[in-house]
């Protein structure tokens, strides 16, 4: 069965398979590839249909030109077109942790939101020098997503995770590499992303999801669990006052007021 990605592309998502590797590239720069419902749900068809295809052997994600994603699409948020726990964000970060093939990502640019809780789920991910990562919800009024509340304090430590959680500050390439969420930070990352991809091709694809299965043999329904209890979370904050406040706020281009809701 032919890939939809490849015969019925979205809009936004480019998509090759070459010599077992699909690679799939974020194409909306124009808004620094920021996510919305329809795009959601098209990468997240793509893997699952990659992982039923015999023909994909290793999943490449990146992004266009010069960012990798800058999160959710905050006039998305505003038209709430967020429901639920299978909510599309949730849909493709479940799709992702449960990929049972190599998935790489490459990172350029900003990759704030889900562009950073995504790469939690990746086997390898790759950066270049001048990326820059941030996870907001805090800043944000809304609680963390993607299972980042387990994976990162796992990755980073919990001192450090509960830095990058709790400040939701933007951090660099070099902050990611320490924390663990990248696993090195090179010049021409797309090319040597895909140059790792290529090495995985060249080896037995049984063994390599065997040994992905172990090293992550002790986590996959705690992991599920907790996309699905965060988003759950994540949803009741998505309609608190604070979440309203921080996106009126962004819209007028002034700093949101949360002073006003303590209590």
Known sequence: MALSCLTDPHAHLQATLEE?????????????????????LAIEQALLEAETDKSVRVVLLRGVADDFSAGNDMQDFAKGNLSGIDAPPFRLLRAAASLSKPLLIAVKGVAIGIGTTLLLHADMVFADSKARFQMPFASLGLSPEGC??????????YHKAAELLMLAEPFDAQTALQAGIVNAVVDD???????????????????????????????????????????????????????????????????????????
């Open 20 to 40: 077992g590797i699909l690679e799939l590239v974020l194409n909306r720069p124009e808004r620094k590839n920021a996510l919305f419902s329809d795009f959601y």
């Open 148 to 157: 980042a509340s387990l994976l990162l304090p796992r990755m980073a430590g």
């Open 189 to 263: 990352v797309y090319a040597y992303t895909r140059q790792k991809a290529a090495r995985l091709v060249e080896l037995p694809a049984v063994s390599l999801q065997l040994t992905k299965q172990l090293l992550k043999q002790t986590e996959p329904a705690q992991v599920i669990d907790r996309i699905n209890q965060e988003a759950e979370l994540f949803m009741q904050r998505v309609a608190s006052a604070e979440m309203k406040e921080a996106v009126t706020a962004f819209m007028q281009k002034r700093k949101p007021d949360f002073r006003q809701f303590d209590r």
